[in-house]
């Protein structure tokens, strides 16, 4: 009967004890900030580029930044890229949004998997298009922020 008392005793003390705080691990919230500094990166672009604004896309893009565009060849580097955005900004209206999938960053080296839309206008007239997509964006530290290294996308329909 002792035991029996002694047992009961010692749940209930243990049932009134609070519950732990959990344990924040560090490195958790740096790499849920650095994923959110990627987001807002892209944040960034995609303002930029639904205002026809291609200078400030260009604000976001390393020195030596890769485009691999579908059916087409490769541009790299920062003036390059930046003249062909010019150039498609110039000719039409846009409107995008990207939905992220995944980030991973590493280091001074992040990626963001995702999926966008994109309404395309041209400015000559003729006929609106919506597109929808897949990407892959690839971000790399340059000194305290991040900058759009490489853009690899392809076409849904």
Excluded at 54 to 71: I, Q, R, T, W, Y
Excluded at 73 to 94: C, H, M, P, Q, Y
Aim: glycine share 6%.
């Amino acid at each position: 009967m002792r035991m029996l008392l002694v047992l009961v005793a010692l749940l209930l003390v243990g049932g009134c004890q609070t519950a732990e705080k959990p344990i924040e691990d560090p490195q958790m919230a740096a790499k849920d900030e650095r994923s959110e500094e990627i987001r807002a990166v892209v944040r960034e672009i995609l303002a930029a580029m639904n205002r026809g604004d291609s200078a400030n896309v260009a604000k976001n893009l390393s020195e030596d930044v890769v485009f691999l565009p579908p059916n087409a060849e490769r541009i790299s580097g920062k003036d390059a890229v930046t003249a062909s955005i010019t150039s498609f900004l110039e000719a039409n209206r846009v409107n995008m949004s990207f939905t992220t999938d995944e980030i991973q960053t590493s280091g001074e080296w992040a990626y963001d998997i995702g999926r966008f839309t994109r309404t395309v206008q041209p400015k000559s007239g003729g006929e609106t298009r919506v597109e929808f997509g897949k990407a892959v964006l690839v971000f790399r530290m340059d000194g305290p922020d991040w900058r759009l290294h490489s853009y690899l996308w392809n076409f849904s329909q």
